[in-house]
């Protein structure tokens, strides 16, 4: 395995950034190693082998993730690009806004009865 398949191959497994820290600790070993490794002809063969051991756990996981959305009922399953609705926005739109009955007063910029000093005024 030269370095550009085992970049691609690592890549694949953490993502872009910051792949060469995540597969360092996975490898229990040091950032440097990694880099050293980049700069080599050929990875040696331990390397290549936890590589290609850790990309087959990875594709078996997003298999196993797959069949597991698959058993989902078709209520329950969300679309990729659906955004979770975690009710946060509703709670702001609803503090922002004042609740009938709701007696407590509005803040403003400057409190009532105080000039810009913040002293009362008479």
């Known amino acids: 395995m030269n370095p550009d398949q085992f ?12 792949w060469q820290p995540q597969l360092a600790a996975h490898l229990g070993c040091n950032v440097s190693t990694i880099h050293r490794l980049m700069k080599r002809e050929q ?32 209520k329950v ?19 922002a806004q004042p609740q009938p009955g709701d007696d407590r007063p509005t803040q403003t910029s400057n409190m009532e009865g105080q000039n810009d000093a913040g002293t009362p005024s008479d």
């Open 43 to 74: 990875i040696p063969g331990p390397y290549e082998v936890a590589l290609q051991g850790m990309l087959e756990h990875k594709k078996r996981q997003i298999a196993l993730e797959k069949e597991a959305r698959r058993l989902l009922p078709r």
């Open 7 to 18: 970049k691609s191959a690592a890549v694949k497994i953490f993502g872009r950034k910051k």
């Open 77 to 95: 399953r969300r679309k990729k690009n659906e955004r979770r609705d975690t009710g946060r926005a509703r709670a702001k739109a609803s503090a």
